[in-house]
Structures are given as structure tokens and as C-alpha cells.
């Protein structure tokens, strides 16, 4: 389980995150939601050591994410991580895209690194495009294929940054669906998204940001149908 | 006795106009070869770009033959071609002639670049707008390709500058054959080459931090 | 016009030049490779260092790009003499110009570095690739392919900056030709043929760096 306590995250004097606390139970299905700014993706690039912490703890498996003797590489293999650019690498084809890390990282064999990749690019999808190069491939499947290639690191946790914020809209409902997939195998997953549908319909919980601090916390029907925060009702309104 | 002392002598004041004369020498030389060959290699641009036969069959593998061979072979080249020919050039002409050309192979590249990177769709629109074709070249195509390019202009016309040391093995006293011939006489060879390494390097680098910071401020 | 042409001797020193065309080619490569790998650590050094290193690398790449590369084989030639260091004609060039290439080569690398998005850092970091592996696995090559036709370029500029060579006494292809000429007083005659040979041998290089480009770079 992912464990967070009384976490603060400046940029300079800018305070983005002013104390989060949040447990996130394995299995379980989180989103985040609210305005831009509001720093719901700098809590998963503080989650994922990305970004140095300046007060707080995260505990990822009981581990320290930021303690002086962790070792990131080993955390960060255990918390996949999908960005709103989907960052496929442009001079790798999409099999050595997903093999790449299992081979490098996780120190398997050549034929198990591929063996890996093509079955978790197959799992979303992509199993026709191995041997395409990225450019070859629409917003949505490079999406797929960066889900595919956080997966192939078997990693207990997966992280969505606005997965689906920088596609076309007509690419936007395969990426849910992969997510949704993930979702019903078990998954657990924070997902920091502008898709109020995706929250409502698949998440467990749903996390309100508003200036740095969770405003509220509840189950979709619940904080959706009866939002009791005056910001969020305002939030809300806005995105309906 | 020490005989040496006729042949060798100090590093003098008066040495210092020595080169500096020989700087002016150089600045003049590649003022004439930058200015005139940019004129003309803008012209070769255009040619380049309007013209597919004349321009890319014709024009653009001469103009490439002054972008393949060293520099120095060109010199000695033409110096040594001039009088079979007939005609009596001294080294300066000489030089100055080949420095133009050769400037205005390599400047008709990237004023072709220029003129390229103004798109179709804009030149369309200024023409729709009732422009003549060169009133669209003047007030179109050169300020946005003009920008372009600027840049790499600067690259050409600072590497003439630097090239023109090359016309010293023709004999002309520029600056570093100026310093050559004071090495020979001095001895001071560290001294000698550090000054005529700062005049080049106070020249072209002000100029080439100049034109990245345009650059910079165009690109943004 | 009463001059008469003699090509006649000059044909038959071709093999000689020939021959020296090749090292020509041995030593612009050579400086090449030196030229790359320093031209990488100088390039490195002015992003990630502060202090005298990056002030140090800075001054290379600033003085091999603003001065005359002739001026800089001087150095290498009689510059390091005057303190008693001497090198052969062979390593004088080889050094003044790897100097050249690396200021060069540093400055096309430093662009291809800030042309890789930080976001493919991020993203390689976030599947637990080291620093190191980041940046031989993600990022160096995706530099490559930026810098490869400004590299192809310098590799040209390398053969073409050779030549002076013959100012240092040097027997590369111009020195060569120069030897010969001196002998013969048939100087347009040998440097015609030498222009000719080094116009070939810069096609072949461009041409063969297209071909390594196409498979070399598929994406």
C-alpha cells in the first residue's frame, strides 16, 4: 500500500503541496481530480521520487520513497508511471520500447525481455505494431504503448498523469478502456484525470485537490451526487 | 660575441603597428570578400531556388565544387592560373577574387535555405493581397527568410574572416603571415601568435555571441 | 595564351598522391573519432559542471571556433616548440585538427542535448533506468541523430582543414602535391589534379554517410 504523511512540496517559495495525507489500499482504484495547479500531478512525481519532498513521508510497500538509503531505481520499478506526452522513445520500435527496461533494469534475458514486452503490448492492444517505430503509431496507441511499457516492469502500482489530456478526443476512449482493463484485473492505480466519467465509473475513491491540499475525499457516487465542499460544488459546475 | 643578435632581435613597440597594420590588412580583405560575395551568392540563391534545370543542374554542382576543395588548393589554383591566361593579379587580388567566389558558393546555400523557409501558403497570400512578384520578394521572403537564415550567414562570413589567413601562402602579408614573419625574427613565438589569435578571437566572438543571442530572442 | 600544358608527370605521380590522399583520409578520420569522443565530455561538461572545468571546456570550444585553423596548427607546430615540445608533422595536424572538430563537434552536441525533451528523461527514469543508462540508452542516441549531418559536415571540414598540412610539412595529399610541384614547377597541373581528388573523395564521404544514415536511422 502507498502511505502518505503530512507531505509538503514547494517549488522555491511557490508552496504546491501544503500537507497531504492519503493511504492508497492495494487493489484500489484512486482519482484525482481538480484545477490545474492544483498540484494533483506533482503528489504522483513526489510519489515516484521525481521530485524531492521538503516535508512528509511516502511509504511505498512500507519503504521510504525518499529516505536517504532507498534506492529509487528499485522503488520506481515497483510504480509504473503513464505522462500526459507519452514520451514513447522515437528510435526504438514499439517491442524494444517495452523490452528495453525489463532487459536493462530488471537484468532478463534478451528472449524473456521480448517474451514480456510482446505479451503486455498484445494485453493493450498493440500486438500488430511490434516492429513499427513510434512515429508510425496515432496519439492513442503511443499512449498504449507507454502503459504497456510501465506494465512490462510487473510494477504493484501504476500512475496516470493525465493520460488522456493531450490526445484527440476521438483517441481518448481506447486509452480508457486500457485503464479501465487494468482497473478490473486488480490493479491499484492513482489516476490524475480531467475525465469526470473515468472517475465516476471506475474509480473506488476520488480525491478533490483544491490549492494544494485533498478539499475532499469519498466514493465517486457519493462525492460526485453530494459534493459537500463549497470549492467543489464550484469545481463541479464548472466541468459539467 | 653573440652573433645570433644581428639575425634575432626583441619583440619591439614598433612591432605592434607592424601587426596592426597587417589586422587592418586582414579586416579589409575579408570586409571586400564578405560584402561582395554575399551579393552575389544571394543572387545565386535565388537563382537556386526559382530554377530547376539552370539553378539545381547547372549552377549548384559548380558552385559545390567551391565547397569540396580546400580552400588553399583554390588559392593556389588561381594564382597560378591568372597569368596562363594572361592576366597579372597580385596576391591581394588574387586572394580577394578567390575569397569572393568562395564566399558566395557557400552564402548562395544558405540564402536558398532563406528563401525556402518562407512558406507556399504565406508568399500565396501575399500575392493575393495584389503584391508583384518582387514587391512579395522585398516585403515577404527577405525579412522572414532574412531571419532564417541570419545565423548561418554569420557563420559563413566569420569563417571567411578566419579563412582569409589562408591568402598568406600567397604571399600576402596579412595578420598571421605578419606574425609568421615576426616569429622568424624575434623568436617570441608564444607572444606573436597570442596576439594575432586575440585579434581573430575578439573579433569573431562578440560577433557570433551577437548573432546566437538574435537567435535566441527570434526563436522565442 | 603560350603556356603548354604537361599533364604527363603528373599522371605519372598519381599513385604517390594517391597514396597520400589516403592519409589525408587517416588522419581527418582519426581526428574524427577523437574529435567526437572529446567534442561529447566538452559538451557534458558545459551542461552539468560548474567552475574551472566547464570554464576550461568552455575557452576550447570557444577558441577552436573563433580562431583560424591555421593559426591553431601553428600552435600545435611552432606554438608548443618554443617550450621544447616537439611533434611530428603527422601529429601536429592529428592534434590541431582534433582540437578543431572537438570545439566544433562540443557546440552541435550541446544543441542535440537541448533538442532531447526532459520528458524522455522522465520517462526513463520512471521505469528505474540509472542516470547512466538514461542517458546511453535514450538519450545519446536520439543525440546522434540530431548531430549526424552537422557530424558529416565537420567529417568533411576535416579532409577540406588537412590541407594545411603542407604549411606545416606535412605530406598528406596537399603536401604531397606541393612536393611535387616544387620539383617540377608544373604547380597548376598538380594542383588541378589534387582539386579533383579531393572534390571525389568529399562526394564518397557524403554519399556514404546517406547510406549509413538510411540504415542507420529507420524511425
Known amino acids: ?240 | 660575441m653573440q652573433p645570433t643578435e644581428t639575425f634575432f632581435s626583441g619583440f619591439a613597440p614598433h612591432d605592434l603597428w607592424f601587426l596592426g597594420e597587417a589586422a587592418l590588412r586582414t579586416l579589409w580583405l575579408s570586409l571586400l570578400a564578405i560584402s561582395i560575395g554575399s551579393m552575389i551568392g544571394v543572387v545565386f540563391g535565388w537563382l537556386l531556388s526559382v530554377s530547376r534545370i539552370g539553378g539545381g543542374f547547372v549552377l549548384s554542382p559548380l558552385l559545390d565544387i567551391f565547397r569540396s576543395v580546400p580552400l588553399i588548393i583554390q588559392l593556389v589554383l588561381f594564382y597560378n592560373f591568372a597569368p596562363i591566361i594572361g592576366l597579372r593579379l597580385d596576391a591581394f587580388d588574387a586572394g580577394l577574387i578567390v575569397l569572393i567566389v568562395y564566399t558566395s558558393a557557400n552564402v548562395a546555400y544558405v540564402a536558398r535555405g532563406g528563401i525556402e523557409a518562407v512558406s507556399q501558403p504565406m508568399r500565396r497570400a501575399a500575392r493575393s493581397l495584389g503584391m508583384t512578384y518582387w514587391q512579395d520578394m522585398r516585403y515577404v521572403v527577405w525579412p522572414i527568410g532574412l531571419r532564417a537564415v541570419f545565423p548561418a550567414w554569420v557563420g559563413v562570413a566569420l569563417g571567411v574572416m578566419k579563412d582569409s589567413a589562408l591568402v598568406s601562402v600567397l604571399g600576402y602579408v596579412e595578420l598571421l603571415k605578419a606574425s609568421q614573419i615576426l616569429i622568424t625574427r624575434t623568436q617570441e613565438t608564444i607572444l606573436i601568435l597570442a596576439i594575432a589569435g586575440a585579434f581573430y578571437f575578439a573579433l569573431s566572438y562578440p560577433i557570433s555571441l551577437y548573432a546566437a543571442h538574435l537567435e535566441d530572442r527570434w526563436n522565442q | 595564351m603560350d603556356y603548354n600544358f604537361h599533364w604527363r608527370p603528373v599522371f605519372k605521380a598519381l599513385p604517390d598522391l594517391l597514396q597520400a590522399a589516403l592519409l589525408t583520409l587517416e588522419v581527418a578520420a582519426i581526428s574524427m573519432i577523437l574529435g567526437v569522443l572529446i567534442g561529447l565530455g566538452l559538451s557534458l561538461i558545459r551542461i552539468h559542471m560548474k567552475g574551472p572545468v566547464m570554464w576550461l571546456a568552455s575557452i576550447w570550444v570557444e577558441l577552436a571556433r573563433n580562431t583560424p585553423a591555421l593559426l591553431q596548427l601553428f600552435f600545435f607546430g611552432f606554438g608548443l616548440g618554443a617550450f621544447g615540445i616537439h611533434f611530428s608533422p603527422y601529429l601536429i595536424v592529428l592534434m590541431g585538427l582534433t582540437f578543431n572538430n572537438a570545439g566544433y563537434l562540443a557546440e552541435n552536441f550541446r544543441g542535440g542535448f537541448g533538442a532531447v525533451p526532459d520528458t524522455q528523461i522522465r520517462a526513463a527514469r520512471s521505469l528505474g533506468m540509472t542516470a547512466f543508462q538514461t542517458y546511453t540508452r535514450i538519450v545519446i542516441p536520439q543525440v546522434l541523430r540530431i548531430v549526424y549531418y552537422p557530424m558529416t559536415n565537420q567529417m568533411v571540414w576535416a579532409v577540406l582543414m588537412s590541407s594545411l598540412g603542407m604549411l606545416v610539412g606535412f605530406r598528406e595529399l596537399s603536401g604531397e602535391t606541393q612536393f611535387f610541384a616544387s620539383r617540377t614547377f608544373r604547380i597548376f597541373e598538380y594542383f588541378a589534379v589534387t582539386a579533383v581528388i579531393y572534390y571525389i573523395i568529399v562526394k564518397i564521404i557524403l554519399g556514404a554517410s546517406r547510406l549509413l544514415a538510411m540504415r542507420l536511422f529507420r524511425y
Open chain 1, 1 to 240: 500500500m502507498i502511505e502518505i504523511r503530512d507531505l509538503h512540496k514547494s517549488f522555491g517559495d511557490l508552496l504546491v503541496l501544503k500537507g497531504i495525507d492519503l493511504d492508497v489500499e492495494n487493489g484500489e482504484v484512486l482519482s484525482v481530480i481538480g484545477a490545474s495547479g492544483s498540484g494533483k500531478s506533482t503528489l504522483l512525481y513526489c510519489i515516484n521520487g521525481l521530485e524531492k519532498i521538503q516535508q512528509g513521508k511516502i511509504l511505498v510497500d512500507g519503504i521510504d520513497v525518499h529516505g536517504k538509503d532507498t534506492n529509487l531505481n528499485e522503488v520506481r520499478q515497483n510504480l509504473g508511471m503513464v505522462f500526459q506526452q507519452w514520451n514513447s522513445f522515437p528510435h526504438l520500435t514499439v517491442l524494444e520500447n517495452v523490452a528495453l527496461s525489463p532487459r536493462i533494469v530488471r537484468k532478463f534475458s534478451r528472449e524473456q525481455a521480448l517474451e514480456i514486452a510482446e505479451k503486455q503490448l498484445r494485453h493493450v492492444g498493440l500486438g500488430d505494431k511490434l516492429s513499427n517505430y513510434p512515429s508510425a503509431l496515432s496519439g492513442g496507441q503511443q499512449q498504449r504503448l507507454a502503459i504497456a511499457r510501465a506494465l512490462a516492469m510487473e510494477p504493484n502500482y501504476m500512475l496516470f498523469d493525465e493520460a488522456t489530456s493531450a490526445l484527440d478526443p476521438e483517441l481518448v476512449g481506447e486509452v480508457l478502456d486500457t485503464m479501465q482493463l487494468l482497473a478490473e484485473e486488480g490493479m491499484t492505480m492513482i489516476c490524475v484525470t480531467h475525465e469526470m466519467s473515468f472517475a465516476r465509473g471506475v474509480s473506488d475513491r476520488v480525491a478533490f485537490f483544491h490549492q494544494g491540499v485533498i478539499d475532499e475525499i469519498r466514493p465517486p457516487e457519493e462525492l460526485f451526487e453530494s459534493p459537500e465542499s463549497v470549492h467543489l460544488q464550484k469545481f463541479l459546475s464548472k466541468v459539467k
